[in-house]
Every structure is written in C-alpha cells, then in structure tokens.
C-alpha cells in the first residue's frame, strides 16, 4: 500500500480536466498576486525564525514556546519589512501572510494589531491623530490591542461599564473600570506584549452619559514594558486554541489621558466641554465590519488546510472489499466535494466584499453621508458571511476530521490544531446565531420598505439584496413551475431565480409575528441568502458558457462547474424553506436531491486538481498525511521517530512499571 499511495496520487493529479495551476492563480486574485505567494512560501521555508525546522515540531509547542516562537515571528517580520522589502513592501505583505497560513497565532496577533487597532485609528481618528500614532504602528515602535469585549459583556455594546469621565478642569479624560464585569477580557495582545490599546467606553460629560466613544490608553512603557501607572493587566490562561496569542484582562483605576486622546473624525469635544455627537451612534460598531471580513478570509485559510489534508488522504488511502480508494464512496466524496466548491466560491465572493468595503470607507477618506448611507448594508452581509462561513468552517472541519479516520487524532496529522484554532472564529465578532439575526432583522425591514413604501436604498455597489427589486414578481409566483429540474438549472439563471423567489417568501416570515419568536427562521432565512448570495456573485463571474477574454477556458469551466454544483447544493440544503411556502413539491424536492448527488459524482476526479489549488505546500499543512507526492505512510513514520524519547523505555518505568511486572506470583517460579 505505501508503494501505492503515491500513484494514486499522480493518476489522481493527472486526472484533472483542467490547468491547475492556472485555478490556483485565479484563487490567488491574478498571476501577480499567485507569484508573490509562491515566492513568499519559498523565501520562508528555509528560515528558522518563521518556520519551525526538523526535527522540532511546533504542534509539539508548549504554550510558552509558543508565545516567544509567535513574537519573534512578529519580530523577525517587522526586521525584514525594514530591511530586505524597504522597497518591495508588496513582496514583504506577502510574506507576512505566507507567515500567517503557517501559524494562525501569527495571523491572529498582527491582525489585531493591524486590522483592529490600526483600523479603529483609520476609521474614527483625525487626520492630527491618525498623524501622531500611525508611523508608530506601522513600524511597531507602538504594538496595540483592541479592547472592546468585557467580562460581563462580549459584542453586546450597549452594555459596555468602562467609563471615560471628562475632566474639564484638567482637560482629560478618566478611565475607569467601575466594578469586575466592567474588565475588559479576551483582549489579544494585552496580556504579555501590547504597549497602546484603543479603548471603548462609556463617555461622561458634565455629568451626562453621551454614549460610546474610542479612547487611544497606553498600557505599558515602551523600553521597560512595565505597565502604566493605575493599569492593572494579567493573562487569560490556558485556551482552547490559539496558544501564541496573548489574551489578557485589563481593568483601568482612574487612568488619566489627554481629551485629544479621544478619537474625533465623528465626534468634537471642546476644551469648555461642548460635545458633538457622531451622526449615528452605529458609526462606533464600524469597526466590527474589518474584524467579521479578516474572520472570514481566516476560513479559507483553516478550512482549506484540513480540506486539503482530507482530500489528499482520501485518494491514496484504499480500504473496503475490493480495496478501493475512500474517496470512491459516495458518502465520502459527496460531503468532501461540495465543502470544495464552497471554499472556492466563498474566495472568490470575498474581493466583491472588499471591494464593498473601500467604498465603505474610501481609504479613511469616507464621505459621512455616503458611510452612514451604505454601513447597514455593509453591516449585514458582514454579519451574515461572517455566521454563515463560521458555521460552514466548523462543517468542513468536522467532514476533514472524520475523512481521516483514526490518523486525524494524531497531532501530527494537523486537523486537531486546526480544530483548536479554529473555535475563536465562530464566536470571536460576534456569536454567529445574534449576527444572522441581525441581518434578517434588516433584510425583512428592507423588504417591507420596499413593498410597502417602494423604497429601496441606492448605493455604490450591488447590494446582496437587489433581489428585493423584483420582490412583487417572486411573490406573484405560487409554485416553481419547472417540469425537468436536471434541464432547468443548466442555466444558472434559472437556479439563480428559484433560490431568490424561495428567500422573497422567507423573508416576510416577520408579517404579524413577534420577532421573539421567529428567531431560528430568521437565522436559518439568513443563511440561506447568504448561500444565494455566495452563489449570485459567482454566477455573476462564471454565469456565462465562455470563459472572457483573458482568463484560462479550463480554470474558468471549473469554476463554473463549481458554481453550479454550489447553487444546486443551496437549493437542495434550504429546500425545506420552499416547501414550507408550498413553492417546492415533493418530486421536485426529490429531483433536486437526485442532480445535486450526481453533480458531485461528475466532480470526483477533479478533488486533487480543486484542492491543489489552494496553493498550501507541505511545510504549511504540517501534516505527513496530506504529503504532495502522495507518500504518506513513510512520511508519518518518519515524523514520529523525529519525535525525543519516542523508542525506549519510559522513564518512570523504574517507579511505576517494574514494581508491578517483577512481582513474582505466589507459588509460581520466577520467569524472565
């Protein structure tokens, strides 16, 4: 079997009716960004500062090892960003972020300093402000943190205890954790590292509550990192996951800081102590809407891993009466392949979001009419990504750990750190149940305004509601009048138009009803417009029988293929949605079942090809069960002989064992 397994492998790789590497450059984004990741993962391999090297094995890592090993990954980052990329910056982000699909706590500890601290800055800080501290960060000389969540209370802001009282006599600000639900907790990066945070409070002016406001605090002394003055901080201790990321508690005990300490692109406060409000109170939860999409591209990364690990397991590993390839059953590829289209349409639906999002926020250079106008859209379809994709992330992870059999409780194989990494991104950001909530509760408002009212919100960029536009027309529609589903949905059009007509009728499921108690059909109504809008963007890109000019016919025919086999997958997953409208009936519900099992038949060849896409070399996925060539069985001896003391006696054999195994019998002769 071990001589085996690698030509499974080749004839598996040979088999894809497409150019791979020609999909991994469209995943990528484009040839300049696929060349940057590859020279990047090559620039890193090698490097004992980044990558743990033979025969250490970082899933062996205690916590403290993996603290110091995850800071001088940031340090030997923020070295060559300075040194070697000066003057290739793009190639020095690539590499961070080759760094960042090696070790998650790598990603977690610079996205909370990037994308939380630095954005927080970005988006509610004064041009004089972002002045004074934005070099600093950007070349560390500030390390931040982003302290939001308390003990008490997680994304529940409304709720928040800590205070910043003005002081106008003294022209500052008082912070102050009032009692002990008022701590703030989980905070990345506070416990060990973080000199600066930005600090949500409760902001109290003359004696009245103005609601919530952004406070830069520094937190430790740059050159000794003793901590400041009335600040008390402490570790969060042993986690699930995430073991390099310094998570800490922090209570503030009348901390003083400068009024100019406090953030103002959207609000003033004067020296006498005249307060100006932001226009919206939601203009302070922004900052969530960055933190939900960097979860997001978090599941491509981890779920395309143990995907990964359990696809390549899958087409080497013979087993059954005839010793055939696992992934020939259909129970295992029917859960592995549908879990690959979706990885490649969620990364693809991800460069529209973003794109959403520079519209959002235009650089820090937002038009307050145009935020405030486009942040609710924006807030829900980040809301409703970011539940759906943590829920679908725990899904693949779940299907990868259970296509390995056995070998995925080994840690070495990967899928067990993975699982562990991964449990902060369905709760992290909000809890997935509360953020598609949210979004339905905007969906089926939207949907009433534009029923009732015939308002319809313009914006600068396709909205995943634009459906709502024909809302009357799928309304008007009782039943799905396709006769031969497996016809129909060849045009994806068609596919399109079902799902849109079945979530038309969903989302009024609000008419008459008190929300409290339609909160499981307002999750499950908003999962499923997020799969349609998944789907509805990749139709948009792939919907056509050609490929346009430019882009590969073989990478652009799988996509398609891809982007069917998805919509399919929606339709018959939600199906119970449109029969409970009476818009589906039974056979065709039935019918559905059948063509979505048979698409992902039609794909089983192409598992190698779709998943080598991913672009993750070995060194990345830590796994010897997923090894390129195929030559696993060696691989995974091989790694558990590099392993200290893994052959010989135990060392507490003297203490434990031998007093039990030479004891002699009563009666019996000695035997050696």
């Given at each position: 079997m071990s001589l085996q397994a690698p030509k499974d492998m080749a004839e598996e790789r040979a088999a894809a009716e497409f150019d791979i590497e020609a999909l991994a450059r469209l995943y990528a984004g484009g040839d300049r960004k696929y060349e940057l990741q590859c020279k990047a993962f090559e620039i890193i391999r090698t490097d004992p500062e980044l990558i743990v090297q033979p025969p250490r094995n970082i899933l062996e890592f205690s916590r403290e090892?993996?603290?110091?090993?995850?800071?001088?990954?940031?340090?030997?980052?923020?070295?060559?960003?300075?040194?070697?990329?000066?003057?290739?910056?793009?190639?020095g982000a690539a590499v961070a972020m080759a760094v960042g699909h090696y070790s998650p706590s790598f990603s977690m500890r610079v996205f909370v300093h990037q994308y939380l601290f630095r954005n927080v800055l970005t988006m509610l800080g004064t041009k004089e402000q972002c002045k004074i501290w934005m070099d600093d960060i950007d070349h560390y000389r500030i390390y931040g943190c982003f302290a939001m969540t308390e003990l008490g209370h997680s994304s529940a802001l409304q709720d928040i205890e800590t205070t910043a009282t003005y002081d106008q006599q003294t022209d500052e600000f008082v912070i102050e954790s009032p009692n002990i639900t008022s701590t703030k907790w989980w905070i990345g990066g506070s416990a060990q590292t973080s000199t600066h945070a930005v600090v949500i409070c409760k902001t109290v002016i003359n004696g009245a509550?103005?609601?919530?406001?952004?406070?830069?605090?520094?937190?430790?002394?740059?050159?000794?990192?003793?901590?400041?003055?009335?600040?008390?901080?402490?570790?969060?201790?042993?986690?699930?996951?995430?073991?390099?990321?310094?998570?800490?508690?922090?209570?503030?005990?009348?901390?003083?800081?400068?009024?100019?300490?406090?953030?103002?692109?959207?609000?003033?406060?004067?020296?006498?102590?005249?307060?100006?409000?932001?226009?919206?109170?939601?203009?302070?939860?922004?900052?969530?809407?960055?933190?939900?999409?960097?979860?997001?591209?978090?599941?491509?990364?981890?779920?395309?891993?143990?995907?990964?690990?359990?696809?390549?397991?899958?087409?080497?590993?013979?087993?059954?009466?005839?010793?055939?390839?696992?992934?020939?059953?259909?129970?295992?590829y029917a859960q592995i392949i549908p879990l690959l289209a979706f990885l490649h349409i969620l990364n693809s639906a991800s460069g529209t979001i973003y794109d959403q999002y520079d519209v959002l926020t235009a650089g820090g250079e937002m038009d307050p009419a145009d935020f405030l106008n486009h942040m609710s859209d924006m807030h829900a379809i980040s809301a409703c990504l970011k539940g759906m994709a943590g829920w679908y992330g725990s899904e693949i992870l779940e299907v990868a750990r259970r296509a390995c059999g056995g070998h995925a409780y080994s840690a070495y194989n990967g899928i067990s750190q993975?699982?562990?990494?991964?449990?902060?991104?369905?709760?992290?950001?909000?809890?997935?149940?509360?953020?598609?909530?949210?979004?339905?509760?905007?969906?089926?408002?939207?949907?009433?305004?534009?029923?009732?009212?015939?308002?319809?919100?313009?914006?600068?960029?396709?909205?995943?509601?634009?459906?709502?536009?024909?809302?009357?027309?799928?309304?008007?529609?009782?039943?799905?009048?396709?006769?031969?589903?497996?016809?129909?949905?060849?045009?994806?059009?068609?596919?399109?138009?079902?799902?849109?007509?079945i979530l038309t009728k969903r989302v009024r499921i609000g008419e008459g009803k008190r929300s409290e108690d339609l909160l499981m059909d307002m999750v499950r109504a908003a999962e499923l417009h997020c799969a349609a809008f998944l789907f509805s963007d990749a139709v948009s890109k792939y919907g056509s029988p050609r490929a346009p000019a430019g882009v590969d016919a073989g990478a652009y025919g799988i996509m398609r293929r891809l982007t069917a086999l998805w919509g399919i997958h929606t339709l018959c997953r939600y199906s119970d949605q449109g029969f409970k409208e009476g818009y589906l009936l039974p056979r065709q519900v039935k019918e559905i079942e059948e063509v979505y099992?048979?698409?992902?038949?039609?794909?089983?060849?192409?598992?190698?090809?779709?998943?080598?896409?991913?672009?993750?070399?070995?060194?990345?996925?830590?796994?010897?069960?997923?090894?390129?060539?195929?030559?696993?069985?060696?691989?995974?001896?091989?790694?558990?002989?590099?392993?200290?003391?893994?052959?010989?006696?135990?060392?507490?054999?003297?203490?434990?064992?031998?007093?039990?195994?030479?004891?002699?019998?009563p009666d019996q002769p000695i035997k050696r």
């Open positions: 090892e993996w603290r110091e090993y995850t800071m001088g990954q940031i340090y030997r980052i923020a070295e060559l960003l300075q040194t070697r990329f000066k003057d290739d910056p793009e190639l509550n103005v609601g919530h406001n952004w406070f830069v605090v520094q937190l430790r002394e740059k050159s000794t990192g003793e901590l400041m003055p009335n600040v008390k901080i402490g570790d969060i201790g042993k986690k699930h996951g995430h073991q390099g990321v310094d998570n800490g508690w922090i209570q503030f005990h009348r901390v003083r800081i400068p009024r100019l300490h406090m953030l103002q692109k959207w609000v003033t406060l004067e020296r006498d102590g005249s307060y100006t409000p932001a226009p919206s109170p939601a203009v302070m939860y922004a900052t969530l809407i960055p933190e939900r999409l960097t979860l997001i591209q978090g599941t491509t990364n981890l779920a395309g891993q143990a995907l990964t690990i359990a696809t390549r397991y899958g087409v080497v590993r013979r087993q059954g009466h005839q010793n055939q390839q696992i992934m020939d059953y259909q129970s295992h993975i699982i562990n990494d991964w449990g902060v991104m369905t709760t992290g950001a909000g809890d997935n149940v509360v953020l598609l909530q949210q979004a339905a509760r905007i969906y089926i408002r939207q949907l009433h305004n534009k029923l009732e009212r015939n308002e319809y919100p313009k914006l600068k960029f396709k909205s995943s509601t634009h459906y709502f536009l024909r809302a009357k027309e799928y309304l008007a529609d009782p039943v799905w009048s396709v006769e031969n589903v497996a016809e129909a949905i060849k045009d994806l059009r068609i596919l399109e138009d079902v799902l849109f007509a099992y048979e698409a992902t038949k039609a794909l089983r060849k192409q598992v190698i090809g779709i998943s080598d896409a991913f672009n993750f070399p070995d060194f990345i996925l830590k796994s010897p069960i997923a090894k390129y060539d195929g030559d696993i069985y060696e691989a995974y001896f091989d790694t558990l002989l590099q392993r200290p003391n893994s052959i010989g006696k135990a060392p507490y054999h003297d203490r434990y064992i031998k007093p039990l195994t030479s004891r002699v019998a």
